[in-house]
């Protein structure tokens, strides 16, 4: 027998070969559609907010934070049996974290369902966890290794096509500012877990903003 | 250039290419807000930067996704996704349309995959060379790498996605690409 894929036959359990019609055809199609309406709301929305800003430029270099999202899941588990708690603690939480150098991040947390099957109990436990949490408390000191070395090879850096090309930077307050994301997720997770509840079914999503997005971004 | 020239050339420049740009942050980040705000951010630090514009309209087009292309990266530096199903849907806006393909969802989202899972430096230029439309060259100037180099960066990415596409998927019950088997001629 013998696996086909596009314009290739290979013998089964031998490497399938996909041709260069078939790759293109595949990058091509994997192109996401988006709903792009043609009046682009955003870009008028952006561009009539420009004139503005360019007004309020150096007071914007002042207040510009450094902008970020994550989502931790710890994936999809089986329904429990345990009744949802009566105080409802879905509201995402917000915490301002003063970063090493004195620059301060706005955070929100917020547990949410997440997988095939999610765990309405666990998911509960999760948001009651966080409501309760004294994150100034957390120590990220291990969060803060980890998130650096996880990032170190995503640093780029190349030759630019002209000397004052600039090149971005890693936030280094979004680094603090994703440490404690981790630490809120572990400490999370750990409150579940001591209740008896599987730490699956739920992820949370976590934006942030610092002072330092700007210099971040335009390498100054 | 006066002041008001540059802004007038700077205005002009946005205008043709905002749309485009906002598509490509849409494609790359996933969620609306978030490719709102990246816009934003492109435009502002566009704007900080024009008087670094280049005067060719085409040159100025591959230099505002050369913004555009720093500020994503940042953002999705930022970004730490640990459920496979977050990551689909964020990356991919418009699952729901995906059926109208010629190839089944299961295979574009493989191939997806194989492309999020590339080194970043590899997977932006297999990006906008398939997605956005410019050409090797152009990716390579958007990305401010030598066209060798880029050329080198494509040929690789090429190999590694034809070896995980190839790759069987040990963790669905259905192949990666639809497999098609058949009696062997020989």
């Known amino acids: 027998m013998a696996g086909q894929v596009g314009g290739a036959t290979t013998d089964q359990g031998s490497p399938i070969v996909i041709d260069d019609d078939t790759l293109d055809a595949l990058l091509a199609e994997a192109r996401p559609e988006i709903t792009h309406d043609s009046e682009c709301e955003a870009c008028a929305r952006t561009a009539g907010a420009r004139a503005e800003q360019r007004a309020r430029w150096p007071r914007r270099v002042a207040i510009a934070g450094a902008a970020g999202a994550v989502v931790l899941s710890v994936g999809a588990g089986a329904a429990a049996t345990v009744g949802l708690p009566f105080i409802d603690h879905s509201a995402p939480v917000e915490h301002t974290q003063t970063v090493s150098n004195g620059d301060q991040c706005y955070a929100t947390y917020r547990f949410v369902a997440d997988g095939r099957r999610p765990d309405p109990a666990s998911l509960a436990a999760a948001q009651a966890a966080l409501a309760g949490l004294d994150i100034d408390s957390l120590d990220i000191s291990d969060d803060i290794t980890y998130v650096t070395d996880e990032y170190a090879d995503a640093d780029w850096s190349g030759p630019g096509p002209r000397p004052d090309f600039f090149y971005p930077a890693d936030s280094l307050d979004s680094v603090e500012a994703q440490a404690l994301s981790r630490a809120v997720y572990d400490a999370v997770v750990t409150e579940v877990r001591t209740q008896g509840l599987r730490n699956r079914g739920f992820s949370m999503e976590t934006e942030w903003k610092c002072d330092d997005f700007e210099t971040a971004i335009t390498g100054d | ?186």
């Open chain 2, 1 to 186: 250039m006066t002041d008001a020239a540059e802004s007038s050339d700077f205005d002009r420049v946005a205008a043709d290419n905002t749309a485009d740009i906002h598509g490509y942050l849409l494609r790359r980040l996933g969620d609306p807000e978030d490719a709102a705000e990246a816009l934003n951010d492109v435009l502002l630090t566009a704007w900080r930067r024009h008087d670094q514009l280049p005067p060719d309209p085409h040159a100025a087009r591959l230099w505002l996704f050369g913004v555009a292309a720093n500020v994503q990266r940042n953002q999705h530096r930022a970004r730490t996704r640990r459920s496979a199903l977050v990551r689909r849907l964020m990356s991919d806006p418009t699952a729901r349309n995906r059926e109208a393909t010629g190839h089944p969802s299961h295979a574009i989202d493989a191939v997806r995959d194989a492309i999020e899972a590339l080194p970043s430096e590899l997977g932006e230029l297999v990006r906008l060379h398939h997605w956005e439309g410019f050409s090797l060259a152009e990716a390579a100037t958007i990305l401010a790498i030598p066209a060798s180099t880029a050329r080198t960066r494509y040929a690789a990415a090429r190999r590694r996605l034809r070896d995980t596409l190839r790759a069987p998927d040990d963790q669905e019950a259905e192949p990666t690409l639809p497999i098609q088997h058949s009696v062997p001629t020989s």
